[in-house]
């Protein structure tokens, strides 16, 4: 791995988000995500979250949030996978602080600073979890579930994003394939189709962002969900996930790029053929089905060469498959997907 210089032709992350402000990592932290909210601006978050946590400072990186039952926070902290048990050679964990404060979740606005705050609004217990479509087990599972029915075990993965930031975490869940063999799926499935929330009352990006199709929507092969790598999110840093990292259930695909990790998922469906996916519904030509991590294959408005560590402020080569190769490789060598 290289640590690289800024050099004059690369595209500066300004330019990347075009849809929001860039905002340098050090300032985040000292700021935590206020700054001055006009009158205009925050009369359209009425009734999602309340004055006083706009208003006031909140713990960025809580522990449980009160209502996790007492069942559930034994589990934690899992036990290591002891394949992915250490951080990546030549990075560093990101602290949780920084990981806790810059998300992209539009369903709570596109400032990436201040998703942590609008997402607070989110009722994430109850939750139901709808498995369908070409399977013999189709049932509603609440996510609390999973901890007894798969166990939970820690992993600690690279995270790319296409706009070139990049983090390393440790996440906690159970392998994706455990809930495919549970549904299990008939031989006409040959894809897996995610779905998250539609809560406008409670998300304020569904609200005003009317120009997406929400809720979001995202798919996978059948191969890539049995994938050993591919990996059901319930926690991250030794607790269970906050609102912003997608609570209470998600993907974590590390060798893609982060849009295809779905947050908050409240339906699975297997099906025969391709399903649509989100990004790739918006914007056919810039977001891809598969959507691999491939430094060789640049965005068409930016290179993926590079990539910076939110965590250290780094930029560091990308790797392809984001260093993952030896797991997913043969996938697609091989045409399987």
């Not at 798969?150 to 600690?156: A, L």
């Not at 914007?283 to 891809?288: A, H, L, R, S």
């Amino acid at each position: 791995m290289l640590i690289k210089k800024k050099r004059g032709w690369e595209l500066p992350e300004s330019r990347v988000i075009s849809e929001s402000r860039y905002f340098n990592r050090r300032q985040i932290v000292k700021a935590l995500g206020l700054g001055t909210i006009g009158a205009g601006t925050a009369s359209i978050w009425t009734g999602c979250v309340d004055d006083e946590t706009i208003k006031n400072p909140i713990e960025i990186a809580p522990p449980f949030d009160e209502d996790v039952p007492a069942e559930i926070r034994a589990y934690y902290p899992a036990d290591p996978n002891p394949d992915f048990a250490e951080v990546p050679p030549g990075r560093e964990m990101t602290p949780e602080d920084i990981a806790a404060t810059y998300n992209n979740f539009y369903e709570f606005g596109i400032d990436k600073t201040k998703v942590h705050i609008y997402a607070r609004s989110l009722v994430t217990r109850p939750w139901e979890v709808e498995i369908t479509g070409l399977c013999r087990n189709p049932r509603t599972m609440d996510p609390d579930d999973f901890y007894a029915e798969f166990g939970i075990e820690e992993r600690i993965y690279r995270h790319r994003c296409v706009e070139r930031w990049s983090m390393v975490v440790p996440w906690v869940g159970f392998p994706l394939y455990k809930l495919v063999e549970l549904a299990d799926p008939t031989s006409d499935a040959r894809f897996v189709q995610f779905t998250s929330f539609y809560e406008p009352s409670q998300a304020v990006g569904q609200q005003t962002l009317t120009q997406y199709n929400w809720p979001y929507y995202e798919a996978l092969t059948l191969a890539e969900a049995t994938n050993e790598l591919a990996f059901a999110g319930l926690g991250i840093f030794d607790h269970t996930l906050p609102q912003q990292h997608g609570a209470p259930f998600r993907l974590v695909l590390p060798w893609k790029y982060g849009y295809k990790s779905i947050k908050s998922i409240v339906k699975i469906e297997f099906m025969a053929e391709m399903p649509h996916t989100f990004w790739n519904d918006r914007n056919p030509e810039e977001y891809g089905f598969t959507s691999n991590i491939d430094p060789n294959m640049p965005h068409p408005r930016w290179s993926q060469m590079v990539e910076r560590d939110i965590g250290t402020d780094e930029e560091i080569d990308t790797l392809l498959y984001n260093g993952y190769e030896e797991w997913v490789g043969d996938l697609y060598k091989r045409g399987r997907v």
